[in-house]
């Protein structure tokens, strides 16, 4: 049966492509997809088999350059004022234009599912004021707090004692009010659009049948029990559509260890830090390939003659070469490194990259820097990871799991069960998540 699917996203580098991904194999299956994304997004959506909507009223950036950013969390010197920053400009501040957009979208043209980022708040406002079923996905581990999920941010471990768990009681509240902080206007928009006010944010999910996780939960601090509606449905590990071929610069005569560096597609002010990397890495007898992927430009940073420099190149075919990766820790390159089953060296340097490199170091699979390590420090970690099995031995037993939930992945077949069958009752859908409070 062929259904109508519209799919909501916003350039925030990882947040798009496990959509266009998405967006694909539903074409692939016979589906009609519409992908409502900002306008540099069209030549991928298009790419895919898609129709290309682009936002109108919300924020909608006409090229991926790091000028025409609509935030700009890498500038400020607290990562609570970065949340607020990214909050405020893209996920809640604008969520009455997002909404009224995919509402005109819908109006044209009725779908039978939306799929969103669960980081859009809009998307489900809007559907929720047309009584449309939606889906929501995670592009990453959950972002919000949901009861029995260790509280994002600082990079925390389970916990183990009694004080640590009343100190992730006390980081979660503490979100949960930062967060809030845009209820006032968010409920302004919700009486615009003749909805009752809420008492949290993220009660705007439970207008969604689902919320999908899109990692693996073996990757995950998964708690035993998941809050109703909420589900894993592996990483998704497609290539950008905009990625160059890869042909190696190195000679095939060159048996040096080869390592992939990837930091984020976004702009995080990171070609300091990614200059510290293949200093490291010039003096070490291996040999590196150095993607930017557009936040930094290939001429920012300095080559050497073990490390080469493009501004892409398909991951997935490198890391079948590699035998380990430096990166900051985003979540999609995190998932390719896993199911390569290869460690990495990561030097988060904010959003979820601290909780994701965190789950990486505590299954022995690679190790955590500050961003602000030393050439040297970079250089012994990275001796480390070439010399210590370990590290190879863990990196593949956790990639195995990543692999296996990337390859039998449900999400698909999920969403054409729920494009295929009744929306539930709106009583049934206030409570999808637990509010961790």
């Known amino acids: 049966m062929s259904n109508k699917f519209l799919l909501a996203t916003f350039e925030g580098g990882g947040s798009v492509t496990p959509m266009l991904g998405l967006a694909r194999k539903l074409v692939q299956r016979g589906h009609h997809v519409r992908v409502m994304s900002d306008a540099c997004n069209r030549p991928e959506a298009e790419a895919a088999g898609a129709v290309f909507v682009a936002w109108k009223r919300a924020p909608s950036k006409p090229a991926r350059a790091r000028e025409f950013d609509t935030w700009d969390d890498w500038s400020q ?3 609570a004022d970065g949340f607020a920053n990214l909050m405020e400009n893209v996920l809640a501040g604008p969520a009455l234009a997002f909404a009224e957009d ?13 799929v969103s980022s669960e980081m859009l708040f809009g998307v489900p406002l809007a559907c929720e004021a047309l009584g449309q079923k939606l889906a929501l996905m995670a592009m990453n581990i ?4 949901m009861t029995g999920f260790i509280p994002l941010g600082p990079g925390l471990a389970p916990p183990r004692t009694d004080a640590e768990r009343a100190m992730h ?6 979100i949960v009010a930062m967060i809030d902080a845009s209820l006032p206007a968010f409920n302004a928009a919700r009486a615009k659009l003749g909805l009752a006010p809420l008492a949290h944010m993220t009660e705007q999910h439970g207008a969604a049948e689902v919320m999908l996780l899109a990692t693996s939960r073996a990757f995950d601090f998964a708690p035993d029990v998941l809050p109703p509606k909420v589900s894993y449905v592996g990483p998704q590990l497609d290539e950008p559509a905009w990625t160059q071929p890869w042909t190696s610069p190195f000679g095939a005569k060159d048996v040096r260890p080869l390592a992939l560096v990837s930091f984020s597609t976004t702009f995080q002010d990171h070609a300091g830090v990614l200059q ?7 003096s070490l007898p291996m040999k590196a390939v150095v993607t930017t992927g557009g936040g930094i430009r290939p001429d920012e940073v300095r080559a050497a003659e073990n490390v080469a420099v493009m501004e892409s190149a398909p991951h997935n075919a490198i890391l079948r070469e590699a035998a380990l990766a430096v990166t900051h820790g985003g979540h999609g390159t995190l998932m390719k490194i896993l199911a390569s089953g290869a460690p990495s060296l990561i030097l988060p340097h904010g959003r979820d990259q601290e909780d994701n490199a965190t789950r990486v170091a505590e299954r022995g699979a690679g190790i955590k820097l500050p961003r602000t390590a030393s050439v040297t420090e970079i250089r012994a970690a990275l001796t480390r990871l070439l010399t210590e099995d370990t590290f190879t031995v863990c990196a593949r037993a956790l990639g195995a799991h990543v692999a296996a939930d990337a390859a039998n992945s449900p999400l698909v077949a999920t969403l054409e069960r729920l494009a295929q069958t009744p929306a539930a009752p709106a009583d049934g859908r206030a409570n999808l998540l637990s509010l961790a409070v």
């Open 142 to 145: 959950p972002l919000f707090p």
């Open 276 to 282: 510290n990397v293949i200093d490291a890495i010039s």
């Open 102 to 114: 995919v509402i005109e979208e819908l109006q044209a043209e009725p779908a039978d599912l939306v």
């Open 77 to 79: 010197e607290n990562p």
């Open 169 to 174: 009681a006390e980081i979660t509240a503490g």
